[in-house]
């Protein structure tokens, strides 16, 4: 078994389901000030970086401009409780339109036909570029609460 930390934990069955899932990613970053934040974000999980998009004008492109060090955690609402913990480097790249892993993301939450439909009425919103964020795994946890515990209860 894979310790904690190890990138190959990506390939648990838990990692898997929760990379499927339609729980939102907690996003977790310093502010330009140096304070925590955290934000809930969709996902799009590639199989190497677990890519997010988001406005333009969002605010936390400020904080994510360059590499910025980042965690982001998945966790399921039933018991036991499954959590996807990744440590990583954030990359910020603009984007004309819709990343296309938001995109993909819409459709995984809201089903094919809503999700373009969303997308498209980002235009509306006046959504006309998006920073695509994408996040390259160093370190990765599994907790399933069956076989992976957190350290302060681990046998």
């Known amino acids: 078994m894979a310790k904690q930390g190890d990138v190959s934990l990506l390939d648990d069955p838990v990692a898997h389901q929760l ?5 939102p990613a907690r996003l977790a970053y ?3 000030d140096g304070t925590p934040r955290v934000v809930p974000i969709w996902f799009h999980y590639d199989g190497k970086q677990i890519v997010m998009g988001t406005p333009s004008k969002a605010p936390k ?3 994510l401009g360059g590499n910025a060090r ?3 955690t998945i966790d399921g609402n039933e018991f036991p409780h499954k959590v996807l ?4 480097a954030a990359s ?3 984007v004309d339109g819709i990343v296309p892993e938001y995109a993909a993301a819409a459709e995984r939450y809201f089903g094919a036909e809503q999700g373009r439909a969303w997308c498209a009425n980002l235009a509306n919103l006046g959504v006309r570029r998006m920073g695509r964020i994408a996040v390259t795994p160093d370190w990765v946890g599994v907790l399933d609460f069956q076989t ?3 350290s ?4």
């Open 70 to 72: 980042v965690a982001l």
């Open 148 to 150: 992976r515990f957190p």
């Open 61 to 63: 492109l400020k904080a």
């Open 92 to 94: 910020v790249t603009m």
């Open 30 to 32: 310093n502010w330009i």
């Open 85 to 88: 913990l990744i440590r990583g």
């Open 152 to 155: 302060a209860v681990s046998p």
């Open 19 to 23: 990379l499927r899932s339609t729980i």
